[in-house]
């Protein structure tokens, strides 16, 4: 007669069993996992150092293109610009490196900077647009007149357009240098702007900012930048507002420029005014510009091409 202890063992003998074939299975189990795993490591490892190589070949390339277009730019630009004159207006995120880069271009364009203008993050705060347009319109120059548009970037555009830039059929001054200093000085009390000494109206202005605007607000502060650009580019014989890579995108203003055909028909964009090329490309779209015509150049997406009289790019 079977006892109940022989029950016993061989019910613990047959989870005995049945547990040894467990840690078998799952031992035989991981070593094949693992080693999969290991080979795909290794063909992960493979690829990333393939993509590095082809990165570093790609970046090697982009730095000769971009020493040879620094090396000929001065060439390239010689007297397209000759005895003109133009207006720096800087961001205040905009890169001293370019600014500077872009100043010795236009001298060696011919044309001469009249002065320089910083626009302050108080310029493009939207908490304090309805602080820039009350003292806007109340350095609106006698005789000058403004759109009707109430946002605080175009306003500000009108009023330093009227008193930086001259007409551009008679060349001559839109306001007194009364007016001038009255509007700087109003705008610096302010807090909007930063004037360097002995600012002088200028036929051309180009509008110098950095990449997309970020944080709360970003999309307010583009717009006020592109709506700026484009009413200055009005008021005078040609503008151009170039900026860093990134300031083609939907929160930059270049971006907001180029999402609106009313402002490409006559406002010109450059997006990579951090490189030579793009600061060639920035000095030819203000001959083009001074000729009528307008663009997008450089190497976003929305672009038309990189520079003016260059076949139209891919993302054209």
Do not use: W
């Not at 500077?100 to 993050?121: M, N, P, R, W």
């Not at 592109?226 to 503008?239: E, H, M, N, V, Y």
């Not at 890579?245 to 055909?261: E, L």
């Amino acid at each position: 007669m079977i006892s109940l202890r022989y029950h016993i063992v061989s019910i613990t003998a047959c989870f005995l069993a049945l547990a040894v074939g467990v840690v078998l299975g799952s031992t035989a189990l991981n070593g094949s996992l693992l080693s999969g795993l290991s080979d795909q490591k290794k063909d992960l490892g493979t690829q990333v150092s393939d993509l590095e190589a082809q990165r570093n070949a790609l970046n090697a390339r982009l730095a000769d293109s971009d020493a040879f277009a620094g090396s000929m730019g001065p060439k390239v630009v010689a007297g397209t610009l000759d005895k003109r004159t133009v207006v720096l207006v800087t961001t205040e995120d905009a890169r001293p490196a370019d600014r500077d880069a872009i100043k010795q271009l236009v001298q060696q364009s011919g044309a001469s900077v009249t002065g320089e203008l910083q626009l302050t993050d108080s310029f493009t705060d939207p908490e304090k647009a309805d602080q820039l347009r009350d003292v806007v319109t109340r350095l609106q120059p006698a005789g000058s007149q403004f759109p009707t548009a109430g946002d605080s970037g175009t306003l500000a555009g009108a009023l330093l357009g009227s008193v930086l830039l001259l007409d551009k059929s008679t060349a001559k001054p839109q306001s007194t240098s009364d007016e001038l200093a009255a509007a700087l000085g109003g705008l610096t009390d302010g807090g909007f702007v930063k004037p360097s000494q002995g600012v002088q109206p200028a036929q051309l202005a180009i509008v110098l900012t950095g990449a997309q605007q970020t944080g709360e607000g970003a999309g307010d502060r583009a717009a006020t930048i592109a709506r700026f650009a484009t009413q200055l580019d009005r008021s005078g014989a040609g503008t151009v507002l170039a900026g860093d890579p990134g300031s083609a995108d939907g929160s930059g203003p270049i971006g907001v420029v180029r999402a609106d055909t009313s402002a490409t028909s006559i406002l010109s964009t450059v997006d990579n005014v951090d490189s030579a090329a793009g600061r060639v490309a920035t000095l030819l779209a203000l001959r083009e510009q001074l000729d009528g015509g307008a663009g997008r150049y450089g190497t976003g997406g929305n672009a038309q091409a990189p520079a003016p009289g260059v076949g139209s790019s891919a993302g054209n």
